[in-house]
């Protein structure tokens, strides 16, 4: 039912030799290719829309759940909605990621629209690799976005990966959170060729004691461009972090724009953003080391995106 | 081993920062010392190949290295510690490690400089080499990159520079302690009597020229008593 490019696809965006432990559902080339449940985690088709629906009983622990998504097939197009239903005092990891082989002359695009709605005192680590490769005339386009919702006490902790390969791409994520929740975001972004990127978070900090960390780490190569938004809205006493580093490289672009609200007096919000090319003396310094001043740049830009 | 042939360096607008320095360098330690502008670190960039001299040769064991450049140059054994240790959003202490030891060597025996210099090993290689680390400790994993690389020739661009007193203390134990167990040859910028002390050979550069070497035994004392203040002024 998988083609040997499929599992490339499927090793390149979640690490998978073989189908994983656990929950899962391995969507190819907009079919169900594999699902697999458990006592605790259940997974159900959609039946007005494409996609499914994740529901996590209250009380899971260590468990985990692939969702990931691979195309090899030129011109497909799917939109996909993933809503994740987490229960109170969770602990749970959830790996999604998409890989997009396109070897014609279509465009392909994989629109995935996931929603998290994590319960009470939850606790969720979210990862998400993005992927494209093939040497066809047609795009690469994903446009993952993401809602989370995080009840009082729960914690989500967001980290996604998108290492060329992509031409497009939107990336839009919104949160809500209520008191004492957390969410803690982390992405790595490279960007090379004509390739176009836009990232979008907006935070809303709801309830006392909310907190997010939003750090996005970014290299654009080639005559790329990026264009980052970050929105940090506290609605109460809160404490909210967005950072946005870039690397800027040959004749790329990067526009980020910070914006922060506080609606409360105790509402605590910080934006940092920095672009810059990689320092010379940091070029100079791997090279004393015997590396050559490509390998010095590509150590650079790989530990930059870790 | 090192031969420098009428090395100089001028930049822009003339300004001539070194001027026709000779030096050959066999022995195993040397250290130059002199005042803060007089060119030391020039002269350390340029044998290091991140400057290159508008006049003169180098020579690496009778190996003409004057056009190589830095990676060359690191490739045939020239390790050089910065004055300023460079900082790196992302890699950790181990990577950089990782990559002076090269592949032969290891992480593992590249933690055991770690510990050489003064730290715990197990706290530090997994630590980014970014704002959090203090510029002593910076300074401390500088020196270790180069032990790691255990190369012919060891260049540390004041390594007192940024250390406090009871580190330095240990700094010396360091250089001793390469000294015996290495084959390498050390060369070293200092202002420290106590580095001097263990030197060689020590070179006095001012003014872009060489002013005065010789063995320790012939420069020191005079050193000592008429340019005390070139000796202490980073002792503070």
Redesign the interface.
Known sequence: MIDQIQKDMLKAVADLDSLPVGAYNIRADGQSAARNTTANIDIVTKTDKPGIDIIIRPGTKKESVHIPVVISQSGLKECVYNDFFVGEDCDVVIIAGCGIHNCGAGDSQHDGIHSFFVGKNSKVRYIEKHYGDGDGAGKRVMNPESVVELAEGAEMQMETTQIGGVDDTLRKTTARLAAGAKLIIREALLTEGDQRADTDFTVTLDGEGASADVVS?TVAKGRSTQHYTSRVIGNAPCTGHTEC?SIIMDQAKVTAVPELTANDLDASLIHEAAIGKI?G??L??????????QEAEE??IS???? | MLKLEHIGYEVEGNKEILHDINLELNDRFVAITGPNGGGKSTLAKII?G?LTPTEGRIWLDGEDITHL???ER??RG???A?QQ??R?????VR??LG??A?KTTGVTAACDMLSEVGLCARDYVDRELNDSLSGGEMKRIEIA?VLA?GTKLSIFDEPEAGIDLWSFQNLIRVFEKMYEQTKGSILIISHQERILNIADRIIMIADGQVERMGTRDEILPALLSSTCKVLTDKME
């Open positions: 780490r580093d320092a003396e940091q100079v310094k791997l090279m004393t080391l015997g590396l050559t001043e150590q650079i530990g930059f995106l870790r | 290091a991140i450049n830095i990676t690191a490739r020239i390790s050089y910065f240790p460079v790196f959003k992302g890699l950790r990577d950089l990559l002076a090269g990159m690389r």
